[in-house]
Structures are given as C-alpha cells and as structure tokens.
C-alpha cells in the first residue's frame, strides 16, 4: 500500500509543475470571457397600469397601492357630523352589546366544542340535542332530541320530546329503513291548550269584533301514526308513497293565553242541552266535528324532481306534486281529497300550495246534477 501511494506521488507532482507552469505562461492583461448577453427575445418590464379598473392584478407598489389590497385611507368625517351620530352610534353598541360579549365568551372558552363532546359519542352516531320552540301566538317548548345513526345501511332512530309544563306536550318517534329499502315511520302524540281559532276563512279582529267575536282558544289532543315509501328513480326523477291514521279529541275547557272558543263561538244554553253538552259549548256551525272528533285513514302519492346541487350556491330545483285522500271512521264524515304541490328554487325560496276538496261523494254529486242539468 505505501509502494502505490509513492508511485501516485512520483507521477502527479510533474503534472501539477508543468501545468503551473502553462498557465504563469499565458500574457497578462488578456481580457476575461465576455459576459452572457442577455436573450435576443428579452422583453422590458411591464409599465405599471395605475388608475386602471384592473381586478385581477395583485396590488402595485408603484401606484400607491398596499400589499394587503385595502384601498387608501378615507378623509375623516366632520366633527359636527361625529356629534350628531354619536347618540345613534352609542344605542347601537348598547343594543348589540350582549350579542358580542355572547358571541366573545362563546369563542373563548370553545363552548361548540364542549357541546358536541358531551352530548355526542365518539364516532358521532349516537347523541342527543336540546330543543328550543318559540312561536308567534303560542305557548314556547323546550326539550331534546335523541339521534342513534349505527344501524347499516344508513337507518336511523330518531326521537323527540318538547313541553311547556301540563299545557304542552309534543312526542315523536321516527324509524327509517336502509336507503335501499326506502321505508320511514312515524308516531307522534300532541297536547295543547293554547290552539288558536279566529273563525272559518279570513277574517280580521276589527271583523270578528263587529260580530262579537275574537281570536278564541281551544285544547286539542292529536295521536297519528305514518308510514312512508321514496324511490329514487332516473334522471332526478322520484316517486312517493304514504299512508297513515289520525285520531283526534278536542276541548274548550281549561285553554291558556286567551278566551275559550265556547265563550266566542258559542250557542246559548238552550242549544246546548238540545246537543247533549254543557253549557258553554261551541257552535257546531262555525267549528264542525269539534265535539266527534276526527278518526281518519288517509293515503296518497306523489311525484317529482330534484335537481338541486347540495354544495353551496349550486343552483337547481326540487319541485314534488302530492295527492291524499281521508276518509273517516266511525262516526267521521270525512271524505275528502288534498292536492298539494311544493317547489324549492335554486335560492332556497319554498313555495307551497294546497288545495282541499272535503266532502267529496256531495261535491261528486252536485257536480253531476249539473252537469244532467
């Protein structure tokens, strides 16, 4: 090993001489290699656009403009203008003050955060949600909702409960099927005191007051149970089918928020012992079956289209037509037939539109009386 390493020594040490040698040979003075010229094809830089309505070029320095695009500052306002502003301003701040220390606490102690953890498994399948209901001219609701979601093939457990102490109680229980098999049930069970009733059609209070009359109270008890069918078919076309049962009692008695319908539309004592009920008792005439009730089979089908995109701001429509028939058990009289028709635009806006033919066998026959007529 040390024999090689002379021998390379030997060889290289020439080679490095006679090469220093060359170049101490070569005149001084000689110019270097010219520099690259720049690209025949090169283009100067662009002039800046300044002033123009341009929106797609990134801000300009050389215009004023700044590195985060906000244009340049506005002139401030007058003194007198500010005075006379600030009493609206300071009513301003005062009235959304609760909204942004709300919305403040929320963020900072991630409240979203803990309400999802709590109230929601680990895989989000199974949890529950509270349930706040406040309507116009009705007593509000509050409640929960449970959710179990770990059946295959997307079914799903859902139910609901929600009162307002012993005037309200609402319950439901909604079973859905695998998608493939389209199936959805429901039961549910009402209770309310607060029903409104203003009178049969439109009527205003300054009518009803002429009249003797006023937006009257009613209680109502509603037990239903619905079975449904959905078919998704091609080219965004589906069809529909359902069918159930209604049995409901209503009441004048013990109403909240109001008068009681047997004090407004109600018949005089005499009339009321010739129906069989107590006095006060409500005018058949204005509030028909409110003593029967209403026990009714009702089925139907539909159809129709949806091409909505579900992203956001993907346009398309929802458009279904429906027709139900009810007819009444028992001592019901019902026979009637319902066209309704819904149409969900591309901005979300929900159309609706019903149409009711009740007593059907009697509209049937006046209808054919004149037409032999």
């Known amino acids: 090993m040390k024999t090689n390493v002379k021998t390379w020594l030997l060889v290289a040490l020439p080679v490095a001489i006679l090469s220093r040698g060359t170049r101490a040979d070569e005149p001084q003075g000689q110019p270097a290699d010219p520099p690259d010229e720049a690209p025949t094809g090169a283009r ?27 244009g340049p500052p506005q002139a401030p306002g007058s003194k007198a203008g500010k005075a006379a502003l600030f009493v609206p301003k300071e009513i301003a701040l005062g009235a959304v003050w609760p909204v942004v220390k709300g919305a403040d606490f929320i963020e900072r102690h991630r409240l979203p955060g803990w309400y ?108 239903r149970g619905d079975l449904g069918w959905f078919r998704e078919l091609p080219r965004h076309f589906r069809i529909l089918a359902h069918g159930g049962i209604l049995r409901s009692d209503y009441e004048s008695d013990s109403v909240r928020s109001g008068p ?72 019901d009289q019902t026979h009637d037939v319902r066209f309704s028709g819904e149409l969900i635009d591309g901005y979300d806006i929900y159309w609706d539109l019903h149409y009711q033919v009740s007593n059907v066998s009697a509209a049937a026959g006046q209808l054919a009386g004149e037409a032999h007529a």
């Open 260 to 331: 009681s319908v047997a004090t407004t539309f109600g018949l005089p004592p005499a009339d009321c012992m010739a129906l069989g009920v107590a006095s006060p008792c409500v005018n058949p005439a204005q509030m028909p079956g409110f003593y029967t009730g209403q026990r009714v089979i009702h089925a139907g089908g539909g159809f129709g289209i949806d091409t909505r995109n579900h992203l956001r701001e993907g346009g398309g429509v929802s458009a279904v037509v429906d027709a139900t028939g009810g007819w009444g058990v028992g001592n």
């Open 116 to 223: 999802k953890s709590l109230l929601t498994s680990d895989d989000g399948l199974v949890g529950i949600r509270p349930d706040l209901n406040i309507s116009t001219g009705l007593l509000p609701t509050i409640g929960a909702h449970f959710f179990y979601r770990r059946l295959p093939d997307e079914a799903e457990i859902t139910a609901r409960a929600v009162t307002a102490g012993p005037p309200v109680f609402f319950g439901m229980l909604e079973v859905a099927s695998p998608a493939w098999l389209g199936l959805a049930a429901t039961a549910s069970y009402e209770h309310r005191t607060d029903r409104l009733f203003a009178g049969v059609g439109p009527n205003s209070e300054s009518e009803l007051a002429a009249r003797g009359q006023a937006v009257s109270r009613y209680g109502g008890n509603v037990a």
């Open 44 to 70: 100067a830089e662009a002039p800046a656009e300044c002033g123009a309505d341009v929106h797609d070029t990134p801000p300009d320095p050389r215009c004023g403009d700044t590195l985060d695009g906000r």
